[in-house]
């Protein structure tokens, strides 16, 4: 941290966010995972988001700004802030600005008050359209707006739960939570937004067999994606967390929880694709047309008809957290 962030102006400090903040000090980090690293900066643009190796270990840096760490109010009802101060893994502090939210945050983010507006923040935000995507835009993005729609479905419930919004496991996050409650007949609901109600595992393994071919495709491409925000995601050394830990879900009880990802590699790989060599692009369209086919997708219609499906959901994720707070005492 001190090596990489120091190199730019308006440095702040830093801090660790993720599912790194679950584990012991006795757990191992498990393959194909890394560690979030958050860094703060006057201006957060002077950093581009990155993937770098350090000390054997797979650090994903991202960066925020100092401001929005100015009151206990914004950070307490930000999921992206509020999980990560609460579990006050600071790393530097040079105004002391962070150990302070660290310490609100870690006595206020339970309380009911600020779960219920991180709850509320997300179901605005699927009510507002975040599964949307223009007619006109390249198939791989109505994948990713479609995807992460459904995903941030997960979140509500999570947030509920007191637990962390993870990225890539999401589903299986959501599906532990779900189970302990006595809600699993939800589960099936959440991931039918992506599989639609006739997927079975057996459907999916032929596409996984894809994705790790366009995965490595991709990750040999060259040109315009370097400047890409996602472009870091795609690479040899993220092999193991795209396709390795992907295959290892795909062959568990619940292969429906690696669709998800599934779907949000192989439209990042499409990006670099559509970005790098047109040529390319065009050859693995009907792979991707293949596989939205096995999952029900086969139109702009089919697209809008999950919309609509996530969009009729909302009330429903509503009561069911509220359920969970009750039972929680909040």
């Known amino acids: ?14 801090y660790l966010a993720g599912s790194i903040l679950q584990l012991t000090a006795a757990d191992t980090l498990p393959d194909g ?12 643009a002077v950093y581009p988001h990155n993937k770098l190796e350090y000390g054997g270990i797979l650090l994903e840096a991202s960066a925020l700004p100092a401001s929005v760490f100015s009151d206990a109010e914004t950070v307490l ?14 790393l530097l502090d040079l105004s002391g600005t962070l150990l302070c939210r ?28 975040a599964a949307s995507c223009p007619q ?5 993005d109505k994948v990713t707006a479609w995807a992460f729609g459904a995903g941030i479905a997960t979140f509500p419930i999570l947030t509920a739960a007191g637990k962390n919004c993870t990225v890539r496991r999401r589903f299986s996050a959501v599906r532990t939570v779900l189970d302990a409650y006595g809600e699993m007949e939800f589960y099936a609901r959440l991931t039918a937004l992506l599989t ?18 366009v995965f490595r495709c991709a990750c040999a491409s060259t040109g315009p994606s370097e400047t890409w925000r ?6 040899p050394a993220l092999f193991g967390a795209a396709i390795e830990d992907t295959r290892r879900i795909l062959r568990s009880p619940f ?50 008809a999950r919309r609509a499906q996530l969009t009729a959901l909302l009330p429903e994720i509503h009561a069911l957290t509220e359920r969970m707070l009750a039972a929680r005492g909040k």
């Open 1 to 14: 941290m001190r090596a990489e962030a120091a190199r730019y102006p308006g440095f702040f400090g830093a």
């Open 33 to 44: 995972s890394d560690v979030d690293v958050v860094l703060v900066f006057e201006d957060p």
């Open 77 to 90: 009802t930000t999921h992206y802030l509020a999980w990560a101060m609460a579990h006050g893994r600071i």
């Open 102 to 129: 660290h310490r609100e945050a870690a006595a206020l983010w339970q309380s009911g008050k600020y779960l219920r507006a991180r709850r509320d923040g997300f179901l605005t935000q699927l009510a507002e359209g």
């Open 136 to 140: 006109d835009a390249p198939l791989q």
């Open 196 to 213: 639609g109600p006739t997927c079975f595992a057996a459907q999916l393994a032929p596409h996984m067999e894809a994705l790790e071919a």
């Open 230 to 235: 996602f472009r870091c995601e795609i690479r």
């Open 255 to 304: 292969p429906q929880d690696a669709v998800f990802w599934m779907l949000a590699t192989f439209a990042r790989c499409m990006t670099v694709l559509w970005m790098d060599d047109a040529v390319a692009w065009r050859a693995w369209l009907p792979a991707l047309r293949a596989f939205l086919a096995v999952l029900g997708i086969h139109s702009d219609a089919d697209f809008a």
